[in-house]
């Protein structure tokens, strides 16, 4: 090497503020993968836990959107303890969706991110764009709940024959319990009871 290389080689490069932009990158891990980590669990069963998890991830930002929805859309006598309720689920489903996000990563894989990939993916029948009248949007609800727990407790049980107890915990903890709440909140807003006399 030269002086003048090694003084070429030695001399910082000048600051800028000016950020980098329109950068792209390779896809270092392609959905649909598991890298190696180490919790414990074969590649089978991280790979089938992803899968699953993925498949309940969509179906719960679907939901969280549904309510998103119904909370601005709200219509009606019983509108204001419904817009605060579908808030209050929806950020219910807000905590939910990161931590079933964050077992997929956890177990190497890759969490299902794009709302458009989401679409695609999802089981929860599409509602339509406008306003639907109060008791259609909460059965809508209910229904997207009950497909959500159906999926989960299949998928708890598979996980857990397969030795994945972390996968486990999630399903049954963290989104068939939280859902199972939602749905009982929700399906009490359907009876039809007179208000002051019996």
């Known amino acids: 090497m030269t002086t003048a290389d090694q003084s070429s080689s030695q001399t910082p490069k000048p600051r800028s503020s000016q950020p980098w932009l329109h950068q792209r990158g390779e896809e270092i891990q392609k959905f649909g993968t598991v890298r190696q980590l180490p919790v414990g669990l074969s590649y089978d069963t991280r790979m089938y836990s992803c899968q699953r998890l ?8 679907i939901l969280h959107d549904m309510y998103k929805k119904h909370h601005w859309l709200m219509r009606g006598h019983t509108f204001y303890q419904l817009h605060l309720l579908m808030d209050k689920h929806a950020d219910e489903q807000t905590e939910l969706i990161d931590t079933v996000a964050e077992r997929v990563q956890t177990l190497g894989g890759v969490a ?5 990939h989401v679409a695609e993916l999802t089981h929860i029948p599409r509602p339509p764009n406008g306003v639907e009248e109060v008791p259609a949007m909460l059965s809508r609800l209910l229904e997207a709940h ?3 727990l159906e999926d989960a407790h299949d998928a708890a049980a598979r996980v857990q024959e397969m030795g994945d107890d972390g996968t486990n915990d999630v399903l049954v903890s963290d ?3 939280t859902n ?3 749905a009982w909140f929700v399906a009490e807003h359907l009876v039809d009871t007179q ?3 019996a």
């Open 112 to 116: 299902v991110g794009d709302p458009r």
């Open 195 to 197: 208000l002051v006399h």
């Open 175 to 177: 989104v068939i319990r």
């Open 180 to 182: 199972e709440l939602e």
């Open 146 to 148: 009950e497909a959500i």
């Open 54 to 61: 993925n498949q309940v991830l969509c179906d719960l930002r």
